[in-house]
Structure formats: C-alpha cells, structure tokens
Nanobody, 124 residues
Framework: QVQLVESGGGLVQAGGSLRLSCAASGRTFSTYAMGWFRQAPGKEREFVAAISWSGSSTYYADSVKGRFTISRDNAKNTVYLEMNSLKPEDTAVYYC?????????????????WGQGTQVTVSS
C-alpha cells in the first residue's frame, strides 16, 4: 500500500514557476515508477511526466517538454515536478501516481496508487 500526498500548488502569473511535491508513505517507494497527471475542468485527465524507479529515465508530454522537470529523491520518498514558464493552459488539478510498471507510463491505467491532487492556477 502506498499513500501519496501532493503539495505546492497555488496561483501564479503566466511565465512564473511552481514546484510540486508528492510525498509517499511506505518502504517500497523506490520500487515504483512515478508519474504526474493533470485534469482541467471539463477535460479528461492527461499525462504530464513520469520517472523510472531509479530516476534514470524520464518522460514528458509534448505540451510540457522543455518547461517541466520531474525528479525524485528516494531517500525522502518524494517526487517533484518543477514547472517553469507556466501558461494559462497549464491550469488544472495535478495528481501524482505510483506504478509498478516500467513502460507505458503515459497511460493512467498503469498506475495503481493516486494522490488527492493539488490545484495549479495560472493567470494571464
């Protein structure tokens, strides 16, 4: 069982930055690949970024590539999402998730555990 708690969301102006954190419970965090997804009002949940259990591989949606960076600290049981050059279209609830898979990490169905989400609002 893994419990995930996101933090770091908030209101920011376009062009600004935010750093999201996702703290995980349990001793097996380092065995899970981790991902970030987001869901805007009236839209489906979409993949943002993912990172392998070791941190050696990262994956990004085209819409955030070059602006967002995913990282993890297995000693702290935490995964991060550094978001720069934010745009109004980045506004959404952001969720972190844990997966026991090593591939297909852009697919939500691959993730077994989900956090409650943190709101990110980017004003124009």
């Amino acid at each position: 069982q893994v419990q995930l708690v996101e933090s770091g969301g908030g209101l920011v102006q376009a062009g600004g930055s935010l750093r999201l954190s996702c703290a995980a419970s349990g001793r097996t965090f380092s065995t899970y690949a981790m991902g970030w997804f987001r869901q805007a009002p009236g839209k489906e949940r979409e993949f943002v970024a993912a990172i392998s259990w070791s941190g050696s591989s990262t994956y990004y949606a085209d819409s955030v590539k070059g602006r967002f960076t995913i990282s993890r600290d297995n000693a702290k049981n935490t995964v991060y999402l550094e978001m720069n050059s934010l745009k109004p279209e980045d506004t959404a609830v952001y969720y972190c998730a844990a997966s026991q898979w090593n591939n297909g990490l852009e697919r939500a169905i691959k993730y077994r555990y989900w956090g409650q989400g943190t709101q990110v609002t980017v004003s124009s």
